[in-house]
């Protein structure tokens, strides 16, 4: 035996959705039948027997576009954070290095939720933000947290000897950085990072609690008005599937297309 | 015209809700509205999670706030509020198969539910001996009734009648026990210390209850 | 000592701790423009470690290091502008495989040199007729083989018009085939006057281009001569039994 | 440079709090300033200028309480559902099997919100059981599909000769599962079940939501009540962050401990 | 052939297909009780798989296996049963790393034999003397070389009085300097007359102790014979060519 396995063999299990590989053909079919199985449970009950339902998907169509935007918004926004705090981590300068390890450890230490409320209702006092944006900016803060870690295990696993060869033609620590690591990292990073895209679509709805009137808010204000809470979190639940299924197969289908590329 | 940014919990019916097209509707909404009129300013509501209400109008994401907001010394101790606008008084609705309860006190050892933050809430804390159940939205507490967890709920007296009479499931289920057990004046909310438009919103609810459009705005919505 | 005297690598009483290990030992010894020096000596015993510490790429904890008359231990030294002029080939090549060998030789031109595209281009195409690959310009390092990205290497370090270049072990990573050509492409610079430091176990090399030998062994130069004196007698039995070793 | 590494080199970025492992300094030191500097300024807050902090920690431990409650039912629960969905991953048999990746699939789809409402309010109308009981059941639920995966990949893990082995010896399936894989693959599964304990005590305070009184939950009530929004928040938000720093630093040390091991 | 002529394994008729890949074409051969049948041939031939079909590892898509008069490719037969008849050894080993060198003989000896704890430890104990490796009992396999763990893996084997063991290249996963422990342990057990089929490239084991030789080639049988016969005039060409490789 000689022990190949050893006890700390990492075991990955992302956040997000299951991205479907080809190579498990269980989480394939899986996937189809889920997918497509949703869609046909919507057009099922969009123009089935009640009109009920119909009158749900007329009412959340608005919610799904503000989901979007938080979810887009706070995946570019959270990239900027986790760049700069990812870089961080790295730095040689201890405050530096010490104020990004922080964020990085505090910011994951307290629920996504929390940190919304506190975001926008405690820091609110302080200063006047639109809500949209204000939900953003919170959910893109706690992400960046992670994002730093991603961005951080991507410019470390780029061999040293990348930099040290940049370096030794004259170029500056910042240029090596961006002419030679970051591009490099990019790729390394593409696929954690589109696992947290979907991870941040699912999480996007917890914004709702803060009024926002995104696809979560949309429904249960059908639902306060209608009391039809199986019926519009059916709907819901269905919308969000559909969306994040199809978001991780296209992740899916880049990823495969990346390492195809040189 | 001077423009006013109102923030209103639109999950109260039928004070506060959300109509088919998205559009925040109800009496308060109505009522405001004629107050403006009346008093020249122009209203822009706003949808805002009832939890955070009053932090928003701490951090002026707007002027005041409409949302069947009883007047109460805790939050005249730290806002400000208009002469009441309507009464109305807390009631306690109960499962039909409790056959017993007449009070909140009747319920002890069991467990109220309530919106959180709300007058119901402080009136079902007061009674020693009843759990006290907080809910975002007070539809959730009726669905919570109805799945058998809580064995009563506290609300406004229009939005138990809103509840407990237009859907059927809820009307089988539930009913109205006793009277108002409170007596409540709702009020527009402002910041501490804006006079000014404090005595805008009295001069037009003045104008509105001496031309009764307040009565006609009840019969629309409390039928 | 070929070619003028005036000296163009400074190595003054240098040593370097990782931690608690000694790895350089109050090293000295002079390089002059036009020379070529090969380092050779057991592994472990600093060869990288000085290389990269004339490069900067380690920060030296005593001594002085003087290249082309600028002081690399001094902080106030534009470190950048050092290295600009010290062309440094590594044993595991490190071109950059996300750019094309092209882009490898004119990445650090346009970026440090301030040349122009074209310019750069046209220096890049010069250097890799002279390393004798101009057909794979437009190929992604990853295509290439061991001895052709080594030769890359040097193009790219070439393009920076360096006045001196650092080899170390430039041909330990190659398959034996290979090793000959990123040798003649080497020799072929000795012979235009470049100025290098070689860390090498390729003796016949050493012998044949090396203007001096220095042998090194637990942080120390353990002796320094001329290769004909250090491969026939030399006086350290350390070094005879490195050499009986490795021949 | 015979490219060693490949574009798609596994990033892990667990959905825990960082971990803080010996080797990383920078997250290490960020452990400890966090950690003390949380609790330091929890007890200047509380005993400092105002009574006012005072008054919310002696308003919130029972929701603390329940947070336990709710976090330790549904990892316990989870872990349960997960073992059973992951055999079922693992499974040859084609109903078992897809039946577990759809959950699997279907699961992770959709926003742990969404599923708590839904799976709160929809299982309340089919059985009546106590709200901390279902809000367990509704976590476990959703954790379950993430346990899944990671037993899946624990049992993967484990060399195909393993089981070969014992079948050789005459044992049945289910006695190679229970004597040689199962112990084998639970070495390689605490680590990440430890990194899921951890999201798992962060996102407990989701069922906030559903009127559970967690301490979210208690927080927002007394918040509600006294209008003291920032100063609420702040305490919930250092509550958390003690915790999970806590147990992240316990299962790191439990971590070692397992690998000083034989 | 040695010992009485009973029928141990018959094999008639079997193909084996890997999706479209036919990994034994109609391969027959019968061993009986108490012989000892080595079987050779290059890699890929599908020697593995011939011993994997007989201990039900891998299913079979044609012909019929019979083991001690169990069908084996009946779908109604116990494959445990059979399993407990038919020890096997792997390449690898394939100890239990979480539990001790005494565990790894009791476990199969309680669970699957029903026997009381103390006396599996005393068959334990008896069969590790037997491998010389008493001293390692208590120890966790991972602190044991692999010639120690290959020994215990015969140990465990014979743990369950198996009438038949298959070993499928036991000894090529070792060092040169352990293979002979194996043999040795091997060679013991054939002369106490087990029935053994075994896989392996130690020609001079196979002349040693075999009653037959079994050549396989791309899934089929090509030659089969007494050791004389096959190690010093084999009939076929590829019997030849590897042999005149391999040895
Ligand atoms: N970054 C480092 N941290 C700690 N020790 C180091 C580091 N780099 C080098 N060393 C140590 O310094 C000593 C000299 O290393 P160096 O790489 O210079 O040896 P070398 O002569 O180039 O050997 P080789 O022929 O193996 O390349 C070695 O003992 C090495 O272990
Ligand atoms: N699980 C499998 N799936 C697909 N093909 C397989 C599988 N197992 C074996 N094969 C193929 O069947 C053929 C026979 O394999 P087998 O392992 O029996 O060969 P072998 O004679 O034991 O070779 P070696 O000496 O390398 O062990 C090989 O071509 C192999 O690639
Ligand atoms: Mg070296
Ligand atoms: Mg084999």
């Known amino acids: 035996m000689i022990n190949k396995q050893s006890t700390h063999t990492p075991i990955e299990v992302g956040d997000g959705a299951a991205i479907p590989h080809k190579d498990d053909s269980g989480l394939f079919t899986a996937w189809r039948i889920a997918f497509f199985g949703a869609i046909i449970l919507c057009l099922f009950l969009a123009f089935g027997r009640s009109e009920q339902y119909l009158a749900i998907f007329k009412f959340v169509p608005d919610g799904i576009l503000v989901t979007f935007k938080v979810t887009i918004g706070a995946i570019l926004l959270s990239i900027v954070f986790g760049l700069i705090a990812g870089l961080g981590r790295i730095s040689s300068n201890r405050l530096i290095n010490g104020t990004a390890s922080l964020y990085v450890e505090v910011i994951r230490g307290i629920p996504l939720l929390v940190q919304l409320f506190y975001i926008y209702y405690a820091l609110g006092r302080f200063i006047r933000i639109p809500d949209i944006l204000s939900a953003i900016i919170a959910m893109a803060f706690c992400y960046g947290a992670y994002m730093a870690e991603i961005f951080r295990a991507g410019i470390q696993s780029i061999p040293k000897g990348q930099i040290e060869a940049a370096l030794s033609l004259g170029m500056s620590r910042r240029q090596a950085m961006q002419q030679v690591i970051l591009p490099q990292a990019f790729k390394v990073v593409l696929p954690p990072i589109g696992n947290e895209f979907i991870a941040l679509l699912k999480d996007s709805s917890l914004v709702s609690i803060l009024a926002v009137a995104d696809l979560l808010r949309r429904g249960r204000e059908y639902a306060s008005e209608t009391f039809n809470y199986f019926e519009t979190y059916t709907v819901i639940a269905l919308i969000y599937l559909i969306m994040t299924l199809f978001f991780s197969k296209l992740i899916s289908l880049m990823e495969e297309k990346l390492n195809d590329g040189h | 015209t001077k423009s006013i940014k109102v923030a209103t919990d639109a999950t109260w019916p039928p004070m506060e809700m959300v109509d088919a097209n998205k559009k925040i509707v109800g009496y308060d909404i109505d009522f405001l509205n004629a107050v403006a009129k009346e008093a020249g300013v122009a209203v822009e509501f706003k949808n805002t999670a009832w939890d955070g209400i009053f932090a928003g109008l701490d951090s002026g994401q707007y002027d005041a706030i409409i949302s069947s907001v009883t007047i109460t010394d805790e939050r005249k101790a730290k806002y400000d509020f208009t002469d009441a606008y309507t009464s109305i008084g807390q009631i306690l609705i109960v499962p039909k198969t409790d056959k017993t309860s007449k009070t909140i006190a009747d319920l002890k050892g069991k467990k109220v539910g309530s919106q959180i933050g709300t007058t119901g809430t402080m009136e079902v804390k007061k009674v020693a001996g009843v759990e006290s159940k907080t809910y975002d939205e007070v539809g959730l507490a009726f669905e919570d009734m109805a799945s058998g967890r809580i064995d009563g709920v506290v609300c406004d007296e229009p939005v138990a009648a809103h509840f407990a009479l237009q859907k059927k499931e809820y009307k089988d289920k539930f009913k109205i026990v006793g009277k108002a057990f409170t007596k409540e004046g709702y009020g527009i909310v402002v910041k501490k210390g804006n006079k000014e438009l404090v005595n805008l919103l009295n001069k037009g609810i003045k104008a509105v209850k001496a031309k009764k459009i307040d009565t006609k705005i009840h019969t629309k919505w409390v039928k | ?247």
Do not use: W
Request: aromatic share 6%.
């Open chain 3, 1 to 247: 000592m070929t070619a003028t005297s005036r000296p163009m690598i400074e190595v003054t009483g240098v040593s370097k701790f990782f931690g608690s290990f000694q790895a350089l030992k109050d090293i000295s010894f002079t390089v002059t423009d036009g020379e070529k020096v090969v380092i050779i000596g057991p592994s472990g015993s600093g060869k990288s470690t000085i290389l990269r510490s004339i490069n900067c790429l380690e920060s030296i904890d005593r001594g002085k290091i003087i290249v082309d008359g600028m002081d690399v231990s001094d902080p106030t030294t534009d470190i950048c502008k050092v290295r600009e002029e010290v062309g440094m080939v590594f044993q595991s090549f490190n071109l950059f495989p996300h750019k094309t060998v092209l882009e490898n030789l004119t990445l650090a031109q346009t970026v440090v040199r301030k040349r122009s595209k074209s310019e750069a281009e046209d220096i890049a195409m010069e250097l890799l007729h002279k390393v004798n690959i101009t057909e794979k310009a437009s190929a992604y390092p990853a295509k290439l083989s061991g001895g052709q990205q080594q030769r890359v290497a040097i193009a790219r370090s070439l393009a920076m018009n360096p006045k001196a270049i650092l080899f170390d072990e430039p041909t330990s990573a190659l398959d034996p085939e290979m090793i000959g050509e990123v040798l003649d492409v080497m020799k072929t610079l000795a012979l235009e006057g470049m100025t290098m430091v070689v860390v090498t176990h390729e003796m016949g090399f050493a012998r044949e281009v090396a203007d001096r030998v220095i042998f090194m062994d637990h942080g120390s130069i353990v002796e320094e001569g001329t290769p004909e004196h250090f491969f026939t007698a030399p006086n350290h039995e350390r070094a005879k039994l490195f050499l009986s070793q490795i021949l």
